[in-house]
């Protein structure tokens, strides 16, 4: 079945220092959405890439597609406390209904 | 609106015990989706609906029933609770099958 996995699980970066997650999925992916969670929240949508090779900027992050359409990855430029949370990556796949998320990247922002 | 609306947000069980956990939206969404969150696990899909009438199973389905008879609402139900289904669900909807998903406030659910 299809298998989602994040890296690093953890990451602990003093404040104004980059981060950067990574989801890597074991078959080609229809798109990928990216979701963030903060401490005893739910999570909320980021952004969608759909085409190989995208790259997408909101602000200090930025995410991208690979050409393969098999993994993504989110980079946080400066980080700041406001970041802190866990980032999800969601995985759609060709002819399901399934949203598989991957097992996400908990990010903690020393001031 | 208040989008994607769940209860109860807290609840314990005894082994054994039946519950339905209610999941309510008002954004007319076709999509929706139940979730568990497990430590170190992320959110693992239990089941889906791509509409009023269908339903489908996720990744963990097991010891779990659903219902979709309108379009807002798609409950959850435990069948009988074990201590296994300890665990933080979040419902979610969406648009499309393909569109962002909205997430609810989670129920934490402890089964004893």
């Known amino acids: 079945g299809q298998q989602v996995m994040q890296i690093p699980q953890y990451q602990h970066v003093q404040e104004g220092e980059d981060f950067t997650t990574y989801c890597n999925s074991s078959t080609t992916l229809s798109n990928i959405q990216w979701y963030k969670q903060r401490p005893g929240g739910h999570p909320v949508f980021l952004i969608q890439l759909v085409k190989s090779g995208e790259v997408k900027k909101q602000k200090r992050l930025t995410f991208q597609f690979g050409e393969a359409k098999k993994n993504s990855s989110l980079h946080i430029t400066a980080t700041q406390t406001t970041d802190v949370g866990t980032y999800f990556c969601?995985?759609?796949?060709?002819?399901?209904?399934?949203?598989?998320f991957g097992t996400g990247t908990r990010l903690k922002v020393l001031a | 609106n208040a989008g994607v609306t769940q209860t109860p947000k807290f609840q314990v069980l005894k082994t054994g015990q039946s519950m339905t956990l209610q999941c309510a939206q008002d954004?007319?969404?076709?999509?929706m989706s139940w979730y568990r969150q497990d430590p170190g696990m992320g959110l693992r899909l239990i089941h889906y609906?791509?509409?009023?009438?269908?339903?489908d199973q996720g990744e963990v389905p097991n010891g779990y029933n659903v219902s979709r008879s309108t379009t807002e609402d798609f409950p959850l139900r435990l069948l009988s609770a074990a201590p296994s289904q300890t665990s933080v669900y979040f419902c979610?909807?969406?648009?499309?099958?393909?569109?962002?998903?909205?997430f609810g406030e989670g129920s934490r659910l402890t089964v004893l």
């Open positions: 969601a995985v759609g796949t060709s002819g399901t209904y399934k949203y598989i």
């Open positions: 979610a909807s969406s648009i499309s099958r393909t569109g962002e998903l909205f």
């Open positions: 954004m007319n969404h076709e999509y």
């Open positions: 609906s791509v509409g009023a009438g269908i339903t």
